[in-house]
């Protein structure tokens, strides 16, 4: 099964007040497993940079103004996001921003029914507990001291990680091994004994009460009061 896992920077909260998606991250899971195929892109977005929203990602106007527009590149993105679920953290703000800009370029806006939200997971699996990115990936002992600042693609590069585990990516694979050592176990023929074998005979060793056992036994049961097992109407 192919998935998406993918993140947005962008220039602010809302794309409804004119904020603008300025960045881009996808990584491609098959089978649960990272490809190595990757889509990453900048953007102008066409109006100024906010400060508070380049204190979060580093992105200046300065370094986007030479970038592509995004409907210069729209192509290329429905091409490889294709038809495969989208998993991103907080993904109705993605999606949002995503569907935003595919209406500015003429484009369907993507099926809300695709959307895999990471935060609605954790919220399930942990309640009560941070469920931002950098806490889950300390829960889930992911390495993510290099992580400066926000970032398109390496945020879904972490987020990919964190989605194999929140799914069970390590247990499915120790669950595979250890079913499979039983299956070989199981079927791996019984060694016979030796026919030069110096091991002495022994007999069977009796596992049955002795009359001596089972008469101590019915005196112990009878200084019982009401035992459950017996019937007692």
């Given at each position: 099964?192919?998935?998406?896992?993918?993140?947005?920077?962008?220039t602010g909260?809302?794309?409804?007040?004119?904020?603008?998606?300025?960045?881009?991250?996808?990584?491609?899971?098959?089978?649960?497993?990272?490809?190595?195929?990757?889509?990453?892109?900048?953007?102008?977005?066409?109006?100024?940079?906010?400060?508070?929203?380049?204190?979060?990602?580093?992105?200046?106007?300065?370094?986007?103004?030479?970038?592509?527009?995004?409907?210069?590149?729209?192509?290329?993105?429905?091409?490889?996001?294709?038809?495969?679920?989208?998993?991103?953290?907080?993904?109705?703000?993605?999606?949002?921003?995503?569907?935003?800009?595919?209406?500015?370029?003429?484009?369907?806006?993507?099926?809300?029914?695709?959307?895999?939200?990471?935060?609605?997971?954790?919220?399930?699996?942990?309640?009560?507990?941070?469920?931002?990115?950098?806490?889950?990936?300390?829960?889930?002992?992911?390495?993510?001291?290099?992580?400066?600042?926000?970032?398109?693609?390496?945020?879904?590069?972490?987020?990919?990680?964190?989605?194999?585990?929140?799914?069970?990516?390590?247990?499915?694979?120790?669950?595979?091994?250890?079913?499979?050592?039983?299956?070989?176990?199981?079927?791996?023929?019984?060694?016979?004994?030796?026919?030069?074998?110096?091991?002495?005979?022994?007999?069977?060793?009796?596992?049955?009460?002795?009359?001596?056992e089972l008469?101590?036994?019915?005196?112990?049961?009878?200084?019982?009061?009401?035992?459950?097992?017996?019937?007692?109407?």
């Open positions: 099964m192919r998935e998406i896992i993918f993140d947005t920077e962008t909260f809302d794309p409804r007040t004119g904020d603008r998606l300025v960045e881009i991250g996808c990584v491609e899971l098959v089978d649960r497993r990272e490809t190595g195929v990757t889509f990453h892109a900048y953007f102008n977005p066409e109006r100024d940079m906010p400060a508070a929203a380049e204190a979060v990602h580093g992105l200046s106007i300065q370094f986007l103004s030479d970038k592509p527009l995004f409907a210069t590149r729209v192509d290329e993105l429905i091409e490889f996001l294709g038809d495969a679920p989208l998993i991103a953290h907080n993904a109705v703000f993605d999606f949002g921003f995503v569907n935003a800009e595919l209406a500015r370029a003429g484009r369907a806006a993507l099926d809300m029914a695709r959307m895999c939200c990471t935060v609605q997971m954790a919220r399930k699996l942990h309640p009560g507990a941070k469920h931002s990115l950098d806490a889950l990936c300390t829960r889930y002992g992911i390495d993510r001291s290099h992580r400066v600042k926000h970032g398109a693609l390496l945020d879904a590069e972490l987020l990919a990680h964190l989605y194999i585990e929140m799914t069970g990516g390590r247990q499915i694979g120790l669950g595979l091994a250890a079913a499979a050592a039983g299956a070989a176990a199981s079927t791996a023929p019984v060694p016979a004994a030796s026919a030069g074998s110096d091991r002495p005979f022994r007999e069977p060793r009796p596992h049955m009460a002795s009359a001596a008469a101590r036994h019915a005196e112990f049961v009878a200084g019982l009061n009401q035992p459950l097992w017996l019937d007692t109407v």
